[in-house]
Structures are given as structure tokens and as C-alpha cells.
């Protein structure tokens, strides 16, 4: 078993709990968890979301840092090297691969919200929200969105910053990038929450998240659970290797299950913060919850146009949110750049430069589609909300039911047991029963619902 992987390691525990963490906190707790409980109507979506981090996230989490460490490769040879291993198919293979498709996919569209926060940057340092009403914000809003070029030009620049880092490699690239900017965030964003604890209505904004009304999920009860559950995924970037990979560069002897449960909860307290930021503002300005992908961007700007110091504070909090995404965007691109080093022997450069292409190639195509493409759709979505609910919804889901399958079943009681070292004790039995058959069949369960294959 390798002891350390040929693209680094990282210098620290703490650098692997910030690596990740940055790589967990991203648009998808700022931009995408407000939007989408927005959508399924608040408390309930976020009980059945808590649920699933608990008791599907966080086993999984262990599961792929677990893979990754042992395996010390991409996730495709990772799992190559450990399917022989462990004497099993290497069809599991499989499981790297389809991670790569997923990251593509997720990453193109990402890069084009993130290219949003970065306009955002600008568009509140020069005071274009100051005193602003919901209704010119929207009108900001759909004029960027609008624009192709302008969204050209964010995004173009995004993922030149991406490929800037992840070429720089692991421990110089990646590690610097986390170690300041995830902690400033943090606590840019309890002020926010304070802010409109202040000024917002935030009675509201608690009720509405934390009290859950299952009324809400009628006639689309599976579509909302299953909803819930690919945020979880998504926010916990589990089910397509990236994960995997970061675990690939973790010591021997830190704990996998202790570092879980610290990125979980990092990861889910800054989701909830977000919701306590955004939705005082929602409902102190009559806006509506289920405005979808625009939502933060419709909203926050109103309270930096209220606010003494917006302009500023406003500017620093899309840095901040561009800097969450950025860390996030480079454990989306490290799996394939790893996977061009390692079988092609491509320099990092040149392996980043590759891959960072193509995703922007992709990305292109979603920007469009918010604009010059709007009437072109493939089941009723535009393309980059079509690459948004099948990436989380879909593809995470299973990566993570493949991944749990091969933690719990494939590989050796032994195997797990060395790596993850619990002991015999509860925990590591907990872990087992959650990964052998609480995670797989509550993943399918709630996919046939959706589907409605399952009626429940
Ligand atoms: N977890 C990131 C976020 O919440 O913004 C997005 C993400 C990163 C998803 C990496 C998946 C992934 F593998």
C-alpha cells in the first residue's frame, strides 16, 4: 500500500480539514441550499437535508476518504488499484469514471454562477445597489444574465483561476488558497445573519426553516426528498471522487471519522447561516422563497443597498463567495488533472490547461443557455439547470450508492477496520450498518420515489 501519492500530500491535518471543507463549502451552501428549500417551501426540505448529511453524508464522506487514502491515486486508479487488491471486478472502475463525467458537468455550470458572484463584486463596490427595491434588483439581475458576453467574460476569467491554482499542484496551489479565506467567510456571514437578525424579518426566516410543514411537499413529495438528498451530496461534494482524491493526500494516521464529522458539520452550519442571512431579507421585502437559481443574488444585494458600509461589506462578502467557490471548483478539476498525470504522464500544466479547457468549452454552452438559447430545453430545462438537477440528483446519488456499496460490501471487513481505525467498538459498527444498508437503499429508495417507480 503506498504510503504517500506522487502529487503531494498535504503539509497538515489541518490543511486536509480546510482542503475539504473549502472544497465542501461552496456555492452549493450560499447559492444553491437557500434556492432550493426555497423551492420545496423551507423546514421540511431542511429536516429531511439535516437527515440525510447524518445519516447518508457522513457515512459516505468516511467511505471515500477512506478509498482514496488507501488507494492514493485518481479515483479511477484508486479504485484499479484497490479492486485488485481486494480481489474484486474491476468493472468498480466504473465508479472513477462516471466521478469524471460528473465533475465536468458540474463544473461548467459552476464556474458560470461563480462568474456571477464575480460580477457581483463590482456591481456593489461601485453602489449600483444603494437603495435599491426587490424589483430593480431583479432588473440587475436579468440584465446579466442576459448578457452572453458579459457571462462569457466572468466565466472565462473563472476558470482561468481554477486552472491557476490546480496547476500549481496540491500542497503550494490548494492548501494556500483555504487557510485564510474559509475562516473570513465564516465570519462575514455570521455578521450578515446579524444584520438581518436586526433589520429582517427573522422570526419569519426561523420559522420558515426550522419548522417543518410537510404540507408543503404535497404533489411533489419525492421530487423534494429526493431534492433534499442530492443537496446533501452536492454540498458535501460526495459521490464523484473529489473527496476521494483529497483523502488521497491525508496521512496514514489522522482520523477519517473525526475529520468527517468536523467538515460535515462546518459544511452544514455555514448552509444554515446562509438561509438565516438570506431569508430575513426575503420576507422583509415581500420577495418570493421560490425565486430559484437568482435568489441570493435578488436578495442580498437589497440589504447591502440598506445597509451603512454595503457598498464595502457587500464587495467583500462576492469576494468571499467567489473564494468559496474557487476552492470548491478545484477539487471539482484535481480528480481528472490527477487522472491526465498518471496515465498520460502530462505535466500538471499541461494536464490542467487540458481539462480546464474542456470545461469551459461546456460552460459555455450553459451560459448560453440562459440567454441566445433560452428556448432550447431537454425536459422542460434550459441546459445548465438541466446539468444542475442531474449532476445532484442523479449522478451523486449513485456515485454514492457505488461507493457505499464498495466500502461495505466489496471491500474486506479487515480492510476497513485498518483503515479507519475505530477499533471493534460502536462506532465503527455504526459506520457499518449506515454503509452497508441504511445509505444504498435510502438512496434507491428515495430515486424510485422520485421516479416514481415507488409509490409511497
Ligand atoms: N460542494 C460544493 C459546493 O457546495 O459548492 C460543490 C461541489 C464540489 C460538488 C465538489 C461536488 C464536488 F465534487
Known sequence: MAVTSIHGMWSTRLAFILAASGSAVGLGNIWRFPYTA?????????LVYLLCVAAIGIPIMMAEIMLGRRGRQSPINTMRTLTSQEGRSKGWQLVGWMGIVTAFLILSFYSVIAGWGLAYIFRTATGVFNGIDGAAAGEVFSGLVGDAERLLAWHTIFMGMVILVVSRGVASGLEKAVRYLMPALFVLLVVMVIYAASTGDFAGAVDY???????????????????AMGQAFFSLSLGMGAIMIYGSYLNRDASIARNSVIVASMDTLVALLAGLAIFPVVFANGLAPNSGPGLIFQTLPIAFGEMPGGQLFGALFFVLLTFAAWTSAISLLEPMVAWLVENL?????????????????????????????????IFGKGILDLFDFVTANILLPLGGILIAIFAGWKMARASSLDELRLGEGVAYRVWRVLIRYVAPTAVMVVMLNALGVLKL
Open 345 to 377: 504522464s502530462f505535466s500538471r500544466v499541461r494536464a490542467s490547461v487540458l481539462a480546464g479547457v474542456t470545461v469551459w468549452l461546456l460552460g459555455v454552452a450553459c451560459l448560453l443557455s440562459l440567454n441566445e438559447w433560452s428556448g432550447f430545453t
Open 209 to 227: 426553516l426550522f419548522a417543518p410543514d410537510f404540507e408543503k411537499f404535497k404533489g411533489h413529495a419525492g421530487e423534494a426528498i429526493l431534492s
Open 38 to 46: 426555497g423551492e420545496y417551501g423551507g423546514g421540511a426540505f431542511v
